[in-house]
């Protein structure tokens, strides 16, 4: 069973900056993909950010150039550094992993930017 236990998160003014970390209870390759996914009330769930086993990076337009997403092989975890942040970041994020066709979530963080 795939483990993704999530940290990070919590309160931010505008402009600040928070790291989400993920760590997985197998290695971050076993994954065809891990990133996160946020969701804010009334909503769509939208895909922040995620990467390959390859160590291709995918992010919107909405965060691209203010979130990067980065793996540490050695712990078997993915962070979400997040800069710049805006009030419309405010959601729940979910740690996602994808081993071909099943999909493992984390516990889910919330994060709040304030104005």
Do not use: H
């Amino acid at each position: 069973q795939v483990q993704l236990v999530e940290s990070g998160g919590g309160l931010v003014q505008a402009g600040g900056s928070l790291r989400l970390s993920c760590a997985a209870s197998i290695s971050t390759f076993s994954f065809s993909a891990i990133g996160w996914y946020r969701q804010a009330p009334g909503k769509q769930r939208e895909l922040v950010a995620s990467i390959s086993a390859g160590g291709t990076t995918t992010y919107p337009d909405s965060v691209k150039g203010r979130f990067t997403i980065s793996r540490d092989n050695a712990k078997n975890t993915v962070y979400l550094q997040m800069n710049s942040l805006k009030p419309e970041d405010t959601a729940r994020y979910d740690c996602f992993a994808r081993v071909f066709s099943t999909s493992y979530w984390g516990q889910g963080t919330q994060v709040t930017v304030s104005s």
